[in-house]
């Protein structure tokens, strides 16, 4: 079983500081996510500012959503920087097997930082570990979501990608998968409504890195207590949409349900397996 | 009779993908009201990525709302890409007529690009068709507000830059006013209090150009179509709010209105007259 | 007492227009905030933009939350505009002290500028006021809270930086110090949950920023007044959170309660003492 009660208990305890070098898109909900978890969030993104910012921070959170030539080096920056620190460093590599430049620039991040975490959807992680693109943009290809069918090979191949880049490995969708390139968790939490706001991905990225900073001892659990989190927290809103809410209200639910979210529903809640 | 229910309908079940180079202040209710309409945004500004971008995409969004001279060269180059391609293409230009570089960016823009829909208020779509200049900001002076007094030079005015730039024209305010050069509708949807939320008409702009892109065999429907939505959905999130709601709830309900949004409501609701 | 009737009274119906060189991350925020209590915003950024959209403004709002090599020159070409014109500008130094970058830019900011109100946490107006250095990001150091035992020093510092710098100081907190540099309102109103919101502050320098260009002639008034209207908003949103209801829910609220506010409810429930 996982400890929840520690690994939540740890971040709102210590109110992890996570630096974010982010997408304009999800940025807001971004910051208010780390706020609701327990931790505090500070975005900065230029090469004169984030070799600050990332020292007086536990981890940094990489989101190359909206990347461009002037944040692109500030990631290389504050990326190496934590590396010498020793700092949590996570990589959502929104869009990578959509473009050139994503794909390029999130496999030269994997080259030359060490990430304690990688997360994306299976299209993007696919793109990184074997060079696989996608014309979907920056959502999954529905033919590469993890079934019964596949997961044998996709746990495979993301164990091995775990064991190449040194990173716990999250791939998610309606099933996530998270392995450390030996243990191998499946995760069945969330709903299907949640492919319906932008930015749950990134709100996950950047409140895996509050988990995985406040509980230093044990990465791959506390990614997957986060990952887990975030689906019960996407079922808990659920419940609570009324006849006339949509996307936008569910949003919103969902941050709250982070606000309140207690040991005692992830334990009643959590629906995963170890493989 | 508009067809609401083929034009909604196809937006529902085509999932179309729009590009977007946008302001960073509505980028995330842009995207969130995409989504809610059934279309999928993709967001990128750097010219090193919004070619391959616009590529695996059906349409393109460009809205100056937030220019600056990293975004502008993108906007002319994902521009030219979606017309070689042969993509919808839409533009909002926003604050035309309130600063010279917005003014001329956005004059510039149609001079290089062939625009399927232009979309802004009456002071900035003014300020392109006779060098008319404001002082109002981003917001449409109150003189220049489309009236029973003035609708037939508005008319007038917006079917000639209809024909001059090859787009279907939308000039959004209490009064709307679509034309594409011959056809003009006039739609009386929407409510005040839309003028006391950031972004009503960013979010237009980006949910005219899914449901172009969805339709691209009846643009000039599938522009009015829009423009009703996003008006009857003012009406019906204006309906849910209670007396101590304000504009953020309101916000929130009218993209979650977007978000189940029928044709029968909109048939039932739409309020518009053919010229 | 402070005549709410009129400051209120005069941002409703004046509708300042505030131009905002503001962070990314908050920015719809700020600028809902604005449309929330009357104000108009706009937001440009850009150094060709700039002066052009700050002149057919009444104030600037600059907020160095996302600073970059961008936008920093566009500060000053903004500021020095609307120093020529005469028209209120506000600085909102966030993350000074947490970073070399941020601290010199706001102290050159200072230097350069002449700012109507400074307003930020107590560990930036001291980083700046004295160059003390944070490491607590963006947040208060919690050592540095006006309290009891030190508000007697605190009022010694903020009001030589007043007269030093010529601006109204707001120090914003669980109890919050403004001055002139001669008088001084300490505010109680609030509540501890607005620290769990990304953007109060940045949300509280942009309304102030109206405030103040709607009432020229009490300068020092029109701030104590957005602050008491930011803190007592705070309150009336906290008490309509149900059980369910976290911080993203609270920032709507907070909003919201900011639309509906009147000059009889803070007459009702403004806590601020003159020492």
């Known amino acids: 079983m ?61 989101n190359i959503g909206t990347l461009n030539r002037n944040t692109i080096p500030s990631m290389f920056l504050a990326g190496r920087k934590a590396n010498e620190l020793g700092h949590v460093t996570l990589l959502d590599p929104v869009g990578a097997g959509a473009s050139r430049l994503r794909t390029e620039t999130a496999a030269k991040l994997i080259d030359e930082i060490r990430f304690s975490v990688i997360r994306g959807n299976i299209s993007e992680i696919k793109a990184l570990a074997q060079g696989a693109s996608s014309t979907k943009g920056v959502d999954a290809d529905a033919a590469d979501q993890v079934n019964a069918d596949n997961v044998d090979s996709v746990i495979a191949f993301a164990k091995a990608f775990a064991q190449k880049t040194g990173a716990v490995i999250a791939i998610t969708g309606a099933t996530d998968l998270i392995t450390d390139g030996k243990r191998v968790c499946l995760i069945r939490n969330g709903h299907p409504m949640m492919s319906r706001i932008t930015g749950t991905g990134c709100m996950l990225s950047a409140m895996t890195t509050a988990f995985a900073v406040a509980n230093p001892d044990r990465l791959f659990e506390a990614v997957c207590t986060s990952v887990i989190a975030m689906g019960l927290c996407g079922e808990i809103a659920h419940a609570r949409l009324g006849d006339m809410d949509g996307n936008s209200t569910y949003r919103n639910y969902i941050i709250d349900a982070v606000y309140r979210l207690t040991a005692e529903q992830m334990k009643d809640g959590a629906k995963y397996e170890m493989r």
């Open 2 to 62: 996982m400890d929840f009660e520690t690994i939540v208990g740890n971040v709102r305890s210590k109110t992890p500081l996570v630096h974010n070098i982010t997408n304009y898109v999800t940025v807001n909900d971004c910051a208010n996510i780390l706020l609701a978890c327990g931790g505090s969030p500070i975005m900065s993104d230029d090469e004169g500012d984030v070799e600050d910012i990332t020292s007086i921070c536990g981890g940094l959170n990489i």
